[in-house]
Nanobody
Framework: QVRLAEYGGGLVQAGDSLRPSCTAS????????MGWFRQAPGKLREFVAG????????GYGDSVKGRFAISKENDLNTVNLVMFGLKPEDTAIYYC??????????????????WGQGTQVTVSP
């Protein structure tokens, strides 16, 4: 059974940075596309960033483009999300996901097969 565990969220002030990470366990191997989504209270789950199975191709949601960076460490089954210049509107629960059938960047939640429990990111004004 694949398990995803996120860590590294927290409470920060506007303009600060955070680096949440997500580690996959349960015999997944390293050759899968992964991504980050977020969901704020009362809003739909939103695509934040995605990365291809080999870590070469990356994609970002419009609201975070230029401020967030996703990377993958295949030997550690880990995906990282570096978030710069955080804004109060970035406040949400951030979820890590793994797609077994997609090799490229997966942008839709339906493309993902496994999800983590989420890590809270709160940005104060």
């Amino acid at each position: 059974q694949v398990r995803l565990a996120e860590y590294g969220g927290g409470l920060v002030q506007a303009g600060d940075s955070l680096r949440p990470s997500c580690t996959a366990s349960g015999g997944t191997g390293s050759g899968y596309a992964m991504g980050w989504f977020r969901q704020a209270p009362g809003k739909l789950r939103e695509f934040v960033a995605g990365i291809s199975w080999n870590g070469i191709n990356k994609g970002y949601g419009d609201s975070v483009k230029g401020r967030f960076a996703i990377s993958k460490e295949n030997d550690l089954n880990t995906v990282n999300l570096v978030m710069f210049g955080l804004k109060p509107e970035d406040t949400a629960i951030y979820y890590c996901a793994l797609a077994k059938s997609t090799l490229g960047v997966a942008r839709s939640p339906e493309e993902y097969d496994y999800w983590g429990q989420g890590t809270q990111v709160t940005v104060s004004p």
